[in-house]
């Protein structure tokens, strides 16, 4: 019986990509490929890692090409015109393509997004949406498996892009025993819990601007719609166009972000109850205001202060 291949899967050095997420996934994938070697009984490699640094890249077809992230802004695509002709080309002959946070900028180039589904970090998903707007960007989803794209969206999100490959090219058992071997989670699927709101405050609009600095005042905790167009002094339809043109989002939209935003804040650096942070945060019922939560972050309160409260070092 002839031995099949090892899948090939290459990093793409572009400048200024991480060295530690490069390193690390050469890394992960020599623990899969050990792993994969014990429960298949194989002496040959079942994957080979390969970094490439030149444009045009060699000439070969890989199973996977993975972007990695980047600490000093998102690579220049216009730099790289070589490397992405070859990644556009190698998927059209099967290649699966990834890409980590700010490398999804560098795949997008490419044109293979355009249509379909993916991710980055969620301070950076309006700047991706601005620049390929046919791309469906989903900032909540820390991973997004399109089948043969995958993008997965923070710096450090690279293990969890790492075993989602490994799992799909030498099963769930392997990519489990890797978890485990290197006491590491299973891939997250779930950017919400991390992600803070950032509202837009540069569309230039004074009325809009001054409701929305209102809106972090005390007196405008719970605050309602009616009352936000009675304070902009603008008639009711005006408002609310004027508000989403501005934002993104409507008014109710917003004054639920700043109030789970607070929430998060009381949940993380206090030990009140949670009927007090939900009336601290302009809920009277704290079971709408669990359920809002909830749907914002993807967490429980309780959950989200076991994960994320901040505690004293002495």
């Known amino acids: 019986m002839t031995t099949p291949e090892p899948h090939e899967i290459v990093l793409v050095a572009y400048p200024g990509a991480q060295q530690a997420a490069l390193h690390g996934m050469e890394d992960l994938f020599a623990v899969a490929d050990e792993q994969a070697r014990t429960h298949l009984d194989r002496n040959g490699p079942l994957l080979r890692v390969t970094t490439i640094t030149e444009d045009p890249p060699p000439a070969t077809t890989p199973s996977v090409i993975i972007v990695p992230p980047t600490l000093t802004g998102s690579p220049a695509p216009e730099t790289m015109t070589g490397l992405l002709a070859w990644m556009r080309t190698c998927h059209e002959r099967g290649t699966i393509l990834a890409a980590v946070c700010a490398g999804t900028f560098l795949l997008a180039a490419t044109g293979v997004l355009d249509g379909r589904a993916a991710t980055t970090h969620w301070r950076s998903a309006e700047r991706l949406r601005a620049l390929h707007p046919t791309i469906r960007v989903d900032p909540d989803r820390l991973l997004v498996d399109d089948g043969d794209i995958l993008t997965v969206a923070g710096v450090m999100s690279w293990p969890d892009l790492g075993l989602r490959l490994i799992e799909k090219l030498l099963g769930p058992m392997v990519m489990a025993e890797t978890a485990r071997d290197l006491l590491i989670d299973p891939p997250r699927r779930d950017q919400r819990h991390y992600r803070q709101f950032a509202p837009v405050l540069t569309h230039g609009d004074r009325a809009i601007l001054t ?54 804040d009381l949940l993380e650096t206090t030990v009140l109850p949670l009927e007090r942070i939900a009336w601290e945060a302009g809920y009277q019922d704290t079971g709408a205001f669990k359920k809002l939560f909830f749907r914002l972050t993807g967490l429980s309160p309780a959950e989200y202060r076991e994960r994320f409260t901040v505690r004293p070092t002495f």
């Not at 409701?211 to 603008?234: C, F, N, P």
């Not at 934002?247 to 607070?262: F, K, M």
């Open 211 to 264: 409701i929305q600095h209102w809106l972090r005042t005390d007196a405008a905790r719970e605050a309602r719609v009616a009352e936000m167009v009675r304070v902009s002094g603008l008639e009711e339809r005006t408002f609310l166009r004027r508000f989403r043109k501005a934002t993104g989002i409507s008014p109710r939209e917003y004054a639920q972000h700043l109030r789970v935003e607070r929430a998060r």
